[in-house]
């Protein structure tokens, strides 16, 4: 008598990773290939995805940005005007007035550093992660390239000398900062 019933494989400790080609899920390129069996452990800790890297880098970029920017305009908000000679005295402004103004530029700069700081982290933290992603190894080869990457996007409406003067310059000053915290 012949047997019906579909035919299993022998149940293993082993699985199989679906979306092991997805470079925001994995942060490295995996050890077999995609489809194929994997080992008993997910080699994966949520602190090591590309997603979650770009998350707390543009975290810690925006926080680092709206200090930065309500540090360096609290100075322009407090200074006194220069007189110029030949020019009428500039009438004198109510304390209250002169808080609300300057509260105001305060927070309309640190908001705008904030803004671009995320937005230069992400992108860098992001083409980093993809790049050492795409090449299997964290080096610093991988942090100039990321590097050269973001300085030319940065830089995209300013012209090609311009996209290849902040591309040298990002990925020397990536790389420099790669050796400099990593330099045991």
């Known amino acids: 008598m012949e047997d ?3 035919s299993r494989p022998a149940a293993s400790s082993q699985f199989i ?10 942060p490295f390129k995996p050890a077999n290939d995609v489809g194929k069996e994997a080992p008993t452990f997910l080699p994966l800790y949520p602190g090591e995805t590309c997603v979650s890297k770009v998350i707390l880098s543009s975290a810690i970029g925006y926080t680092l ?15 006194p005007p220069i007189p110029v000679p030949g020019q009428r005295v ?5 304390f209250r007035e002169s808080l609300q103004a300057s509260r105001r530029l305060i927070s309309e700069k640190s908001f705008s550093w904030g803004r671009n700081f ?12 993809l790049v050492s992603k795409g090449r299997g190894r964290h080096d610093t080869t991988s942090v100039a390239l990321a590097g050269c990457a973001t300085g030319a996007t940065l830089a995209m409406g300013q012209g090609p000398m311009m996209q290849c003067g902040s591309c040298v310059l990002l990925a020397a000053f990536s790389a420099g900062m790669e050796q400099f915290m990593h330099n045991d």
């Open 4 to 6: 019906t019933r579909s």
């Open 17 to 26: 990773l679906p979306y092991t080609h997805n470079p925001f899920v994995f």
């Open 65 to 79: 940005g709206v200090a930065m920017g309500a540090l360096l305009s609290s100075y322009e908000a407090i200074a």
């Open 90 to 94: 500039m009438p004198k402004v109510p």
């Open 118 to 129: 995320l937005l230069f982290s992400a992108m860098t933290s992001g083409l980093e992660c």
